[in-house]
């Protein structure tokens, strides 16, 4: 009986220890488990926490540069250590530590004529007397007579505002008496009179003239030249000066326009930009979508400067396949890939500008903490000593200039580009992304060692369509297509006069009045370059 109690309990013992090996097992397990489960669960975590700073660092950069674009100047210049800020000049030149002098203030009178007299010398003039009546030349203390001593001038500007004129032509019609008493055929001479610039309408060359350049120069719109007609006394509406403008342009201005196109492509160097426009009814298009103005001017050595718009309704690169058409030469553009396949003949110069400019918004958008900044100012100062040798070889002849880049700068491009490729920056970071840009574009970039001419920025053309985008944003919008065509030939007019030292409406004015009295093949002497316009279209040199 006790043997087999004894039994009992060593089998008893043996499946307790069974059990407790089994429970030892499979808690072990369910801790591995369990350990497994908050290992992925930390991963994810850590991987979710990794995303939200990379997220939250993409918004404080992005609210840095908005901040910036914002508040802040609008280049991208940097500024070299021994410059001034504009604002803190003083504080930076002050000696604290010296003894503080008063400022004495003292007048004395301008001497000579002075620089404004001097720039109004050639101005009309009309002079005002103003004298004593005879009665009231007697001495007010002794009653003798008084004579004129001197006199005293004062000189101000009077500005006389436009005014709507009404000239009216009156042609006179001839015809021989003696003719009619003897039953001869009657003979008529008409008296010799201009052609207008639009028939059967008030329209007048200098009409339409002012109009394009209120509406081109100054970015008046034409509702608002409405209102002003009207306030003058005046009813022209709207509809009738986009009328005249369309008009005259098809009928005088787009043979100029084509006559400029043919010279510029004869050029070997030359400018392109775009830029967007809407335009209400385009057919086939919302009222709401983007069509686009095209510029294409000519280089910094061309002997005849033109600079040309041309309003296509897509950013197809067709269209300036098209337009270039027949030229062969170097073209200024900026990173757009549509300009990269423009055909044989062709040689796409990149923008350093625009590169520049992406490493500039790089360095904005970041910290001073951050570790990307380092990598980005690496970059942005081998751009600045381009730029920096481009200023100091800006008047050097074309051969010694490509002469130093070959030798100064090709270095330091190729240097940029070495840190493009090692840049330790997230790809879609700022930084990355301005790498990536570099080397997306350093095919084309590097076409500035081909030609002395060739410039380091497409500024150029920038420059050039700046007035279509400052009177975009008070006209807004084109109401047709063929006003847009009409908007793109005036803008070429207009730019390419003021690029030859011509006053926008004078020139207009002129070509308004003699295109309609001249035949297709005077056009050589009614162009912005001709050597034969009259002294009074041109602007005078201060």
Known sequence: ????????????????????????????????????????????????????????????????????????????????????????????????????????????????????????????????????????????????????????????????????????????????????????????????????????????????????????????????????????????????????LIRSTADWLEPVYEHMRRVLLAEDI??????????????????????????????????????????????????????????????????YAGYHNLGPGKVVVGCWAHMRRKLDEALKSLSEEDRDRATANKGYQLCNKLFALEAEWADLPPGER???????????AEAFFDWAKTANAIPQSPVGKAAHYALKQQPWLMNIFLDGRLEISNNRAERSIKPFVIGRKNWLFCNTPKGARASSVIYSIIESAKENGLKPFEYLEHLLSKLPNSTMSAIDALLPWAGGLPDYVRVEKV
Not at 38 to 55: D, K, M, Q, Y
Not at 293 to 306: C, D, F, N, S, V
């Open 402 to 412: 490509l002469k130093n880049r070959i030798l100064e700068s090709k270095p330091l």
């Open 270 to 335: 030359t400018h392109a930009d775009e830029s967007t426009l809407q335009v209400l009814k385009e057919p086939g298009k919302k009222a709401n979508t983007e069509s686009y103005m095209w510029l294409y001017r000519t280089g910094k050595h061309a002997e005849r400067p033109i600079v040309l718009f041309e309003y296509q309704p897509t950013r197809s690169s067709s269209h300036p396949k098209r337009f270039l058409d027949g030229f062969n030469g170097y073209i200024h553009t900026d990173g």
């Open 1 to 244: 009986m006790l043997r087999l109690t004894m039994k009992t309990k060593v089998k008893d013992a043996v499946n307790w220890q069974e059990k407790f090996i089994e429970l030892e097992a499979s808690s072990a397990q369910k801790l591995a488990e369990t350990e497994a489960s908050f290992s992925s669960t930390i991963n994810v975590l850590e991987g979710r926490i990794s995303e939200l700073e990379a997220l939250t660092k993409y918004y404080e950069e992005q609210f840095r540069l908005a901040k910036h674009k914002q508040y802040g100047p609008s280049s991208e210049k940097s500024v070299s250590g021994d410059q001034l800020g504009l604002f803190d000049e003083a504080e930076n030149t002050a000696n604290l530590k010296k003894a503080e002098e008063l400022e004495k203030v003292t007048y004395e009178p301008p001497k000579g004529k002075g620089k404004l007299k001097d720039d109004l010398s050639d101005a009309p003039m009309e002079t005002v007397e103003y004298s004593l009546p005879e009665d009231g030349l007697g001495c007010p203390t002794c009653g003798g007579a008084m004579h004129n001593m001197s006199s005293e001038e004062q000189c101000n500007i009077e500005i006389i505002p436009a005014k709507v004129l009404v000239k009216r032509h009156l042609r006179h019609v001839y015809s021989c008496r003696n003719c009619e008493k003897t039953g001869v055929k009657s003979t008529i001479v008409k008296a010799p009179m201009p052609e207008p610039v639009i028939k059967g309408s008030l329209a007048s060359p200098s009409a339409i003239a002012h109009i394009a350049v209120q509406k081109y120069v100054n970015a008046v719109p034409l509702y608002r030249q409405e209102q002003e007609f009207l306030r003058q006394g005046f009813s022209l509406s709207r509809q009738t000066m986009a009328n005249w």
